[in-house]
């Protein structure tokens, strides 16, 4: 396994939350690890990236306040829990590696999973 998988995604309503996961290989406990989400027709949208130490994070203004993300390097785990969702959050949601430090350039991300859906009812 060489690309993080991520789970978790479903069906909410709005306000609701949901907890993505994202598996990556132990080798990555070394690097930035970064969320992105691309809704049907736009283009792929930084969300969070959190460093390998898990002391530096980085959002996107249009989720502040509403998502976190967090790693547990011991379980070669990133979460990232969502809370307040919105019909705007819908999208696939993608998790990435970066040998960078946390940044919204999808193009410094090397390594990505095949991406889970989240879709938020009104």
């Known amino acids: 396994q060489v690309q993080p998988v991520e789970s978790g995604g479903g069906l909410v309503q709005a306000g609701g939350s949901l907890r993505l996961s994202c598996a990556a290989p132990?080798?990555?406990?070394?690097?930035?690890m970064g969320w992105f989400r691309q809704a049907p027709g736009e283009e792929r949208e930084f969300v969070v990236a959190?460093?390998?130490?898990?002391?530096?994070?980085y959002y996107a203004d249009s989720v502040k306040g509403r998502f976190t993300i967090s790693r547990d390097n011991a379980k070669n785990t990133v979460y990232l829990q969502m809370n307040s969702l919105k019909p705007e959050d819908t999208a696939v949601y993608y998790c990435?590696?970066?040998?960078?430090?946390?940044?919204?350039?999808?193009?410094?991300?090397?390594?990505w999973g095949q991406g889970t859906q989240v879709t938020v009812s009104s």
């Open positions: 990435a590696a970066s040998l960078r430090r946390p940044g919204a350039n999808a193009n410094d991300y090397t390594y």
């Open positions: 132990r080798t990555f406990s070394r690097y930035t």
């Open positions: 959190i460093n390998w130490s898990g002391d530096s994070t």
